[in-house]
């Protein structure tokens, strides 16, 4: 911990602000969680397996994920449009913190 500069925290530079707004929110870290299990999704699967959330903000926050380099989207040209997601190395090294969230979660929150 003694390591770590202390300038510019919480400001633009601040690594924890540059994670939250590319990786933050209420949807992303779901989307990605989602994601890790299994491994490949389209749309419609996302849709019916994040309770409450509207196809807008699911589109918005994988626009998001995808601009960020976190999940790719691939397109096949077939009628019915069909598009599946999967995430970049750069999403898979997410995996760790994640994974330490929900365990400290488990642990510390309780509903």
């Not at 196809?55 to 019915?80: A, C, D, F, N, W």
């Amino acid at each position: 911990m003694d390591n770590i500069e202390k300038k510019n925290w919480g400001g633009e530079e601040c690594p924890i602000t540059l994670f939250m707004e590319q990786i933050g929110g209420k949807w992303k870290p779901v989307i990605l969680w989602l994601l890790f299990q299994e491994e490949t999704m389209r749309f419609s699967e996302l849709d019916k397996s994040i309770s409450g959330i509207t196809q807008k903000m699911l589109s918005q926050q994988l626009k998001g994920l995808e601009e960020t380099g976190t999940i790719k989207r691939v397109s096949y040209p077939v009628i019915p449009p069909k598009v599946e997601y999967s995430l970049t190395e750069k999403g898979k090294s997410l995996f760790s913190i994640l994974d330490g969230l929900c365990k400290w979660s488990e642990n510390n929150l309780s509903r």
